[in-house]
């Protein structure tokens, strides 16, 4: 009788295994380049990252991308399974499991090369001008500080080329996000401008993986070993690399 409750309990973990190989999960992100972008190869680099360390733990994947609004709902009540680009609070630990931190955000100023300008703290860049793309969001305290002489301008190009030209002192932006979008400028402004100082914030980027999914904690411990896999291969770096960062 044992061989045979033997032979049951493979038989059962095998199709259980086969089970979550053949799960197909449901992506989904806002467009935030370069970190999720439909328009972008392989979705950016965070869709890029995530779905190399799902298919690595196991899972098939397929990407949707909607206003952040909708993909934050859609994970709570189990429209899709995991959010790609979640930055860790207590509302979303409600509706869904973190997985560890895979990228670093840090929003930090940039200058022009050879400005002496320091930074210790807001007040030292009270005097001025600051080009922010316009409805962003940096860190509470910046954008909360009414005597900062903010600039607001379209979007980064913009700001980081009167950044170069001289029509203001600073800019600011997310550390990734700033490279890959200067990758793509003019040689004069992206070899005339710097990031310097502390950063005005910092956030680890986790998937977000829906409570509703019963398989949500295997998951995410799949996704945490594979990502962890990724950087002791090199894999990790070069999906970096590949994105210019």
């Known amino acids: 009788m044992r061989p045979l409750l033997r032979a049951v309990g493979l038989l059962w973990m095998v199709l259980w295994a086969h089970a979550a190989q053949a799960e197909k999960l449901r992506l989904v ?8 972008d439909a328009s972008m190869p392989r979705g950016g680099l965070a869709t890029a990252i995530v ?5 690595r733990a196991g899972y098939a994947s397929e990407f949707e991308q909607v206003p952040w609004a909708r993909a934050l709902l859609g994970v709570g009540e189990g429209r899709y ?6 930055w860790q609070n207590e509302a979303r630990a409600r509706i869904g499991q973190f997985s560890v931190g895979y990228l670093n955000n840090r929003v930090r ?14 007040a030292d860049l009270h005097p001025h001008l600051i080009a922010v793309v316009r409805g962003y969001a940096y860190a509470v305290e910046f954008d909360g500080d009414t005597r900062l002489q903010k600039v607001p301008v379209r ?4 700001a980081v080329g009167m950044l ?7 800019t600011v932006n997310d550390e990734y996000a ?3 979008f200067l990758q793509r400028e003019t040689a004069t402004v992206r070899e005339g401008v710097e990031f310097f100082g502390q950063p005005l914030s910092e956030n680890s980027l986790h998937i977000l993986v829906s409570l509703k999914n019963p398989r949500h904690a295997q998951i995410v411990a799949g996704f945490d070993q594979a990502i962890a896999a990724m950087k002791a291969d090199g894999s990790y770096a070069r999906l970096l690399k590949d994105y210019g960062l």
Do not use: C, E
């Not at 100023?109 to 807001?122: A, E, P, T």
């Not at 979007?155 to 913009?158: A, E, G, P, Q």
């Open 29 to 36: 992100a806002d467009a935030w380049p370069p970190f999720t």
């Open 81 to 86: 399974d995991v959010l790609i680009n979640a």
């Open 155 to 158: 979007d980064f190009s913009v």
């Open 164 to 170: 170069a030209a001289g029509r203001v002192r600073l």
């Open 51 to 55: 779905t190399t360390a799902l298919q």
């Open 178 to 180: 700033a490279h890959y």
């Open 109 to 122: 100023l940039l200058r022009r090369k050879g400005d002496s300008l320091r930074f210790d703290s807001l």
